[in-house]
C-alpha cells in the first residue's frame, strides 16, 4: 500500500482566516513533505520533516507553519493568506530523507482558494 | 545548485505513435532521479524511478527510461501511445541531502 491521504480535498477561506490541511500516511514512512503546485507548473518544495522535525523549510512565508505531530500525520496550519497562495498543496512521504534509493509518495492535494 | 530541464513543453501525438520526452539535469553529487505523471484531475504517480545499475529502466504502462550520465539526460520513452496517455510528465531529480527539484513539465495530448 502506498497511500498517502489529504483532507480537506477543496479549501476556500479568506484573508484572515484559520485552517489547517492534514496529510496522513500509514506505510511507516519517516521522511514528510508539503509542495505547492500552480496550474501548470511543478511541484515546489516547501518543508520537509524527518523522524518528526523540521530538516529543510525551503524559506516559506511564516504564514504557512507545519506541524508534525507524530510519525504518521504532517499538518499545514495556515493563517492571512494572500489570493497568490492559492494552490494545490500537495503532501509526500519516502522512507527516510536523504539516503539513496528513496522514493517519495504523493497524496491527490488540496485545492486551496484564498478569497 | 541542482536543476531539471524538460525540453519539450506541450507534445502531441496519434495513437499508436512512439514518445520520447526529454529530461536533463545538473547536479555534482548522486541522483536518484524518477518521472512522475499527472493524469487530468488526478495526483502524481510515479511511473519509474533510477537509482543505479542498468540504465536502463522499465516502468508502469509500458514506459522506459535512460540514464546517460555522459550526457546528465534521463529521457522517457514508449514505444507506442494511447489516448490514456494523455497527461502531465515530469521529471524529477532527488538528492541525498533531501532536496528534490522537479522540471516543468511536459503536456502530452494523444489524439485518438
Known amino acids: 500500500d502506498t497511500e498517502v491521504t489529504q483532507t480537506p480535498k477543496h479549501l476556500v477561506m479568506g484573508m484572515t482566516n484559520k485552517k489547517s490541511l492534514k496529510c496522513e500516511q500509514h506505510?511507516?514512512?519517516?521522511?514528510m513533505y508539503w509542495y505547492k503546485q500552480k496550474a501548470k507548473k511543478p511541484p515546489e518544495l516547501m518543508f520537509v520533516?524527518?523522524?518528526?522535525?523540521?530538516?529543510i523549510n525551503e524559506s516559506v512565508p511564516s504564514r504557512f507553519s507545519p506541524e508534525c505531530p507524530n510519525s504518521s500525520l504532517l499538518n499545514l496550519h495556515l493563517h492571512a493568506l494572500q489570493p497568490e497562495d492559492s494552490a494545490l498543496y500537495l503532501c509526500?512521504?519516502?522512507?527516510?530523507?536523504?539516503?539513496?534509493?528513496?522514493?517519495?509518495?504523493f497524496g491527490p492535494g488540496t485545492r486551496l482558494t484564498v478569497l | 545548485a541542482q536543476s531539471v530541464s524538460q525540453h519539450n513543453h506541450h507534445v502531441i501525438l496519434s495513437e499508436a505513435a512512439s514518445l520520447e520526452l526529454g529530461c536533463n539535469y545538473s547536479?555534482?553529487?548522486?541522483?536518484?532521479l524518477f518521472w512522475y505523471v499527472q493524469y487530468p484531475g488526478q495526483h502524481l504517480q510515479l511511473l519509474l524511478k533510477?537509482?543505479?545499475?542498468?540504465?536502463l529502466v522499465k516502468g508502469i504502462k509500458g514506459f522506459e527510461a535512460e540514464f546517460i550520465k555522459s550526457k546528465f539526460s534521463f529521457n522517457l520513452r514508449k514505444p507506442s501511445v494511447q489516448w490514456s496517455d494523455t497527461a502531465e510528465y515530469f521529471c524529477?531529480?532527488?538528492?541525498?541531502?533531501?532536496?528534490?527539484?522537479f522540471g516543468d513539465g511536459t503536456t502530452l495530448t494523444v489524439k485518438p
Open positions: 506505510m511507516g514512512h519517516r521522511a
Open positions: 520533516y524527518s523522524y518528526e522535525k523540521l530538516s
Open positions: 533510477y537509482f543505479s545499475g542498468d540504465p
Open positions: 524529477a531529480l532527488f538528492t541525498n541531502a533531501g532536496k528534490s527539484t
Open positions: 509526500a512521504s519516502s522512507q527516510v530523507r536523504g539516503v539513496t534509493e528513496d522514493t517519495q509518495y
Open positions: 547536479y555534482g553529487g548522486t541522483v536518484n
